[in-house]
């Protein structure tokens, strides 16, 4: 499977694994860049590697249950897209290094595999999750044609002393 490639305008997207260790640490480690995220920060570098293990794992597979892509700006590794799939619904998400904030890119990004995933696995039902006040991470999904379908507490973001809310988006085509 592992030899999908989607390009937009500026970016490429590249199945992402463990040749991308080093630029996926960086922001995968940094605080600032990860602090609405329910499983980051990650604490060292072993814990990237292990995470991008699993993702080799699961593109080494027939028929993978998620996709995870490296997002290639200029032949430089800045962030990361997905889509996890259950009982037909895709769940997005991404992350881009905070030096490459305020581009386009997320959404440049988040766009390309929607469209990918529409053409080419016929998926038409696509939801994301974020924290309320992951402003800029929401206004992607606006941006996508999502519709905001719930709001809720209980999200425990990785390095946050207490719950925050979570808003939940959906797209169905």
């Not at 995968?28 to 590697?49: C, F, G, I, Q, S």
């Not at 999502?146 to 925050?164: C, F, H, L, V, Y």
């Amino acid at each position: 499977m592992k030899n999908i490639e989607i390009t937009t305008k500026r970016l490429t997207l590249k199945p992402l694994g463990s040749e991308y260790l080093e630029t996926v640490n960086t922001y995968a480690t940094d605080y600032e860049n990860t602090k609405y995220m329910v499983h980051l920060p990650n604490e060292n570098r072993e814990e990237t590697a292990a995470f991008l293990a699993g993702v080799d794992a699961e593109w080494a597979k027939e028929k993978p249950e998620s996709y995870e892509f490296a997002i290639l700006y200029q032949n430089e590794q800045i962030g990361a897209v997905g889509i996890y799939f259950e009982d037909g619904i895709g769940e997005l998400g991404w992350i881009v290094n905070k030096k490459y904030w305020r581009k386009g890119f997320a959404y440049e990004a988040a766009n390309a595999l929607v469209a990918y995933c529409m053409e080419h696995m016929g998926t038409t039902h696509f939801i994301a999750h974020c924290d309320t006040e992951n402003t800029a991470s929401y206004k992607v999904m606006e941006k996508l044609g999502m519709t905001r379908t719930g709001e809720w507490g209980g999200r425990r973001n990785r390095t946050a002393a207490e719950d925050s809310f979570e808003y939940q988006y959906e797209l169905i085509l």
